[in-house]
């Protein structure tokens, strides 16, 4: 992949761009395999490879730059860097970065600059349903002074881009570099940005946690559908469900599988349940509670527990409550791979590690998203 702004020296997010993608899926793979070794019975799959550009369908740009040429992308130090060409996003994103630009001039939105703490408009987050092409833009502000700005210029961008399906205003008043604020206004008739993978339909909320590479996460999803189609289990959980990519997968393979998934944020669990509302899933049961206060409570254990922890893992409280509980199988699902090695060896007492496979979601950097299969020992 080409990047002007890499080959510069302004960007280093792609900091293993300088080294090709094969070498960079091998290095990957051997550090797995080095983080592994003590699971001797388990079985390291290939890796699933990755677009090596044009992958990325979310975008995080920090506005700097003024109202009149505002800039979006990064700040190399104090320097703006605008990533509006970058070759990690789809064709699309290059003429939807040039539409709110336009509108950034229009709405006369004022850039947040750190150092002075002033201006208004922070950051800008963008994301593309696959499925439909469609967009869902959110403009993250340090208060509600432009809002009524935003409000009465938006008409004019849906008029120029009318494949934009979701827009809203994000309220961070914070003066640190912080992603985004507690109070999501949104400006659509349309809150909900529908995404499909493998036939299943996830509907994206403005504050909702999605992955950012499309095609991977579907590789992601069907794999552990796959693995869970060979196993003998009725009552499935899902911890840290989101918006149910995981468990909507799992649960849809076989029409007897009871299904719980439990996620904190609320309208995360609500376009969960829409989801198996749509796909006519009757034993389904999504709950907006705390993941590992919901483990800590139970006493019945599923026949498979489906975990997809934060990048801070499972830790040791967690893996205690999983160990009390005693499920027949563990699907874990880590987008880091020092966190899930120190969780597996917390279970490996109780459970034996059959399968892991990387997924490349994150090409030229050095993090990877990886898929385990294990059983509790003495399980046939």
């Known amino acids: 992949m080409n990047c002007v702004e890499f080959l510069a020296g302004r960007c280093n ?12 899926l091998a290095k990957k793979q051997q550090q797995l ?10 079985q390291l799959l290939p890796a699933v ?23 979006l992308g990064i700040l190399n130090g104090q320097t703006p860097v605008d990533l509006s060409a970058c070759p990690l996003y789809p064709d699309a994103f290059a003429s939807a970065f040039a539409l709110i630009k336009s509108f950034i001039q229009r709405a006369t939105l004022t850039p947040y600059q750190l150092e002075q703490k002033q201006g208004e408009l922070k950051l800008i987050l963008l994301s593309q349903s696959q ?22 210029h938006l008409p004019w961008l849906h008029q120029q881009w009318p494949e934009l399906e979701v827009c809203s205003v994000n ?30 339909p996830l509907y994206l909320t403005p504050q909702s946690f999605f992955q ?26 899902d911890l840290f469900c989101g918006v149910g990519g995981f468990g909507l997968h799992l649960a849809g393979a076989a029409p007897q599988r009871m299904l719980t998934g439990i996620e904190i944020a609320p ?3 609500a376009s969960a349940t829409r989801s198996a509302t749509e796909l006519g899933l009757q034993q389904v049961d999504f709950r907006a509670l705390d993941a590992a206060s919901f483990a800590l409570a139970q006493f019945d254990a599923p026949d498979l527990l489906l975990v997809n922890p934060p990048r801070r893992g499972l830790g040791a409280e967690l893996c205690q409550s999983i160990l009390a509980l005693q499920p027949g199988w563990l699907i874990y699902s880590s987008c880091n791979p020092a966190t899930l090695a120190s969780d597996l060896t917390l279970l490996s007492g109780d459970y034996q590690l059959l ?6 979601m994150f090409p030229h950097t050095q993090h990877a998203e990886v898929l385990t299969l294990l059983k509790r020992s003495g399980k046939g």
């Not at 996460?217 to 794999?223: Q, V």
Request: hydrophobic letters at 45%.
């Open 131 to 152: 499925h439909s092409g469609r967009f869902m833009l959110r403009f993250v502000l340090r208060s509600k002074n432009c809002l009524a700005s935003v409000q009465k």
């Open 171 to 200: 309220i961070q008043p914070v003066h640190m570099a912080i992603l985004e604020g507690p109070e999501e206004i949104v400006l659509t008739p349309q809150e909900v940005l529908r995404e499909e993978f493998n036939g299943i």
């Open 212 to 237: 950012t590479n499309a095609s991977v996460a579907a590789a992601l999803y069907a794999t552990a559908k796959e693995w869970a189609e060979a196993l003998p289990v009725v009552k499935i959980w």
């Open 33 to 42: 395999a080095d983080l592994m070794a003590p699971f001797t019975e388990a």
């Open 267 to 269: 309208k995360a669990i």
């Open 355 to 360: 399968k892991v496979q990387l997924f490349d």
């Open 13 to 24: 997010s792609c900091s293993q761009l300088s080294v090709p993608y094969s070498d960079q």
């Open 49 to 71: 490879a990755s677009r090596e550009e044009g992958f990325r369908t979310k975008a995080k740009m920090v506005v700097s730059g003024t109202k009149e040429q505002p800039v």
